[in-house]
């Protein structure tokens, strides 16, 4: 009975993401706790937590929390639940919504106001001290306002994790959690701006006539090659820094776990031949800097299949994309591409990556399969084939997570009043990302950090400040303006 449980279980890849409660009213037979722990095994779930709520001489009230692989899989195991004799759930709670419940964000005044002097020195007339003196000293205003610490994350909401074009308001909780990312990871204050737009003129200008409240600009969730142009226009009409993160911070914690990953198979990166899946924005600021950071032998594939600068085919932005690649010239899918590859990194589409075709890359090869939820090719079965593995995914090994990354990079930027991002900074917060590895700790499974790795963001912040030009202290006094 224990191997079948067991090997349902591996099968369901249970996950956090669809965990949830029921409130089961049973019998008071000793016996049903361990039943119910059994049948949502069985059923392919895993129990976390099992509590009796409540007791009377007839009936105990249970609550029952488990998780399941997805919103069809959560079902089944309380269907699974009911069949047992005396047993029924009374109320099922998704723990995720309930997580959402009025938001996951909160604004806090960072001062009290306990009577009239706090009232006065915070708001008016002291503020009006601070104003004046902010007018004459515009410089200073970072110091002595939240602009200092605080990033917009902006979306139109085209190109949400997985989910597609499902606009602004459906956005704003990948928003939320993005902002409490910042504040948990580097106590930066974000607030989501969801812009009810799709024009690119329209995205910018509204960016640009809120920015004088903030100290940087993260892109998010916004649909190629629309963010391409955003991020230009606005990184020409800014002086505070524009950061896509879906392309840069993806492309700063994959070349930080690739730089490992080659560690592992004693190979360089100049050396390296790799194959990206994908040429939208995370694949292109993938090739970016994997060039900038000295790799050579790149291909690119997409839906035209292998990306050629011969091919007039292209749209524009595969095109550049051509011109800057595929240095043998091949033309033809993704397999012929694969051919005595020692790299796969995906940020394409789900199950596109055959398994049997990874046996055809070199004999040690590296394969990062990182759509998210479904990434391109079974995880298990990569595993069974290749070298080193890496996903998007949280329930295994060497997780690219793009956490590492963002808070990490916008704290060194605003910690040292930078103006713009450059890639010497992306290069650098890579780095940063990789050395946390140690020689003794490194491993074919262990080739990139935990999200929750102590210093982790304080680490690459000091990658990023380090690259930027020590300008001359200047400001006002604390005492304000004459």
Not at 19 to 35: K, L, N, Q, Y
Not at 242 to 254: L, P, Y
Not at 275 to 300: C, E, K, N, P, W
Not at 314 to 340: F, H, I, M, S, V
Request: charged letters at 20%; glycine letters at 8%; hydrophobic letters at 45%.
């Amino acid at each position: 009975m224990w191997g079948v449980t067991e090997s349902i279980q591996r099968a369901r890849a249970t996950t956090a993401s669809y965990s949830i409660t029921m409130r089961i009213h049973a019998g008071t037979d000793p016996a049903v706790i361990g039943a119910l722990a059994v049948k949502v095994a069985e059923s392919g779930g895993i129990t976390t937590a099992l509590d009796i709520v409540d007791s009377h001489p007839d009936r105990l009230v249970i609550d029952l929390t488990c998780s399941a692989s997805n919103a069809e899989h959560s079902t089944e195991v309380v269907d699974a639940v009911e069949t047992l004799e005396g047993v029924r759930v009374h109320k099922v709670s998704d723990r995720v919504f309930l997580m959402h419940l009025g938001g996951k964000i909160s604004v806090e005044s960072k001062v009290n106001l306990r009577n009239r002097q706090d009232l006065a020195m915070a708001y008016t007339p002291g503020v009006g001290r601070v104003s004046q003196a902010l007018f004459e000293h515009p410089e200073d205003v970072p110091r002595l306002t939240i602009k200092g610490n605080s990033v917009a994350v902006v979306t139109d909401g085209s190109a949400v994790l997985g989910l597609g074009n499902i606009g602004p308001m459906a956005a704003l909780p990948v928003m939320e959690g993005k902002a409490a990312l910042f504040k948990r990871f580097a106590d930066i204050d974000a607030w989501p701006i969801c812009i009810d737009t799709t024009d690119v003129d329209e995205i910018v200008r509204t960016v640009e006539l809120i920015a004088p409240g903030f100290g940087g600009i993260n892109l998010e969730d916004i649909a190629a090659p629309r963010c391409f142009e955003v991020e230009a226009k606005l990184r020409e009409r800014l002086s505070i820094p524009v950061f896509h993160d879906d392309q840069h911070g993806t492309a700063i914690v994959v070349l930080a776990a690739l730089k490992n990953a080659l560690r592992c198979i004693d190979k360089k990166l100049p050396d390296a031949r790799i194959v990206v899946s994908g040429g939208g924005a995370a694949g292109s600021a993938i090739v970016q800097l994997l060039l900038a950071a000295g790799a050579v032998d790149v291909t690119v594939s997409d839906r035209p299949g292998l990306l050629n600068k011969d091919d007039e085919s292209l749209t524009p932005a595969w095109r550049e994309l051509a011109g800057k690649t595929n240095p043998r010239g091949l033309t033809g899918t993704l397999r012929d591409g694969l051919q005595g590859a020692d790299v796969f990194i995906g940020v394409s589409a789900p199950r596109i990556l055959h398994p049997e075709w990874i046996d055809e890359m070199a004999d040690q090869r590296i394969v990062f399969a990182l759509a998210n939820p479904d990434p391109e090719v079974d995880i298990y079965e990569a595993t069974q084939r290749a070298t080193v593995v890496a996903s998007g995914r949280s329930d295994y090994p060497n997780q690219i997570n793009n956490v590492l990354a963002f808070p990490g990079v916008f704290r060194g930027l605003l910690d040292a009043r930078a103006t713009d991002v450059t890639t010497e900074m992306l290069i650098k917060a890579a780095d940063a990302i990789a050395s946390v590895v140690t020689d003794e700790q490194l491993n074919p499974n262990y080739i990139i950090p935990s999200v929750f790795q102590p210093d982790m963001s304080k680490t690459v912040a000091k990658a990023i400040v380090d690259c930027v030009p020590k300008a001359p202290a200047k400001s006002i006094p604390m005492t304000g303006a004459n």
